[in-house]
């Protein structure tokens, strides 16, 4: 397994979607019984904007394309749609605080104290998964505080791991082994990144 770091890139739009695990049930009077599975991962389609890729762009990519056909190889993406902390926070990044934690919040300290230090929406990654807020977490006098968000938590994270609120990324793995791009004249090249999150529970 390799974290495979991508060329730099613009993008020409970006549809990214958070595949749940429920599944309704349905019963014999045709209601419907919700059965909650445990894992949600995010998928993202990124067609690129390589239109006037020079020659080493070309080459490059070419490099990471044929290394992700390796499903256990993976890279990280930043949101194109991500202007930035949506609170302006600019103390030092939350700790989280204590052990065990799991499920749709998480207890952190070492922020600003009394602190609005993101917003509701805002993006946010925790030992390599990719959250976001639904509610404004604002710290205590004590410089505590607890960010809420989907999804839950898939493995908790270590006492004291940093949270990104300032720099957040994605980690996908293509969604099938295969990976490659399409050359139309006059010389563009079209590539379209389409992942699967990257989840290994060992």
Do not use: H
């Not at 059965?35 to 067609?47: M, Q, T, Y």
């Not at 996908?172 to 290994?200: A, M, Q």
Request: negative net charge; aromatic residues 8%.
């Amino acid at each position: 397994m390799a974290e495979i770091t991508l060329p730099s890139f613009g993008v020409k739009s970006l549809e990214m979607f958070l595949d749940g695990a429920d599944s309704p049930l349905e019963m014999l009077n045709r209601s419907e019984v919700i059965v909650s599975g445990p894992v949600a991962l995010w998928n993202i389609n990124i067609p690129l904007a390589l239109d006037a890729a020079t020659a080493e762009t070309k080459r490059a990519w070419r490099s990471v394309l044929v290394q992700l056909i390796k499903l256990s190889n993976n890279f990280k993406v930043a949101m194109p749609d991500w202007p930035g902390n949506g609170a302006s926070y600019t103390g030092n990044n939350p700790l989280v605080k204590g052990t065990g934690q799991l499920g749709t919040s998480l207890n952190c300290d070492n922020v600003t104290v009394s602190t609005l230090v993101a917003k509701d929406g805002d993006y946010l990654e925790v030992n390599g998964e990719f959250k976001v807020l639904t509610a404004d977490p604002t710290s205590d006098v004590s410089g505590n505080v607890t960010f809420n968000f989907e999804p839950a938590l898939r493995v908790a994270p270590p006492d004291d791991d940093p949270i990104d609120i300032k720099t957040p990324k994605a980690t996908f793995r293509l969604l099938s082994p295969r990976g490659g791009w399409l050359v139309s004249k006059p010389d563009i090249y079209n590539i379209t990144l389409i992942g699967k999150e990257w989840f290994s529970a060992t």
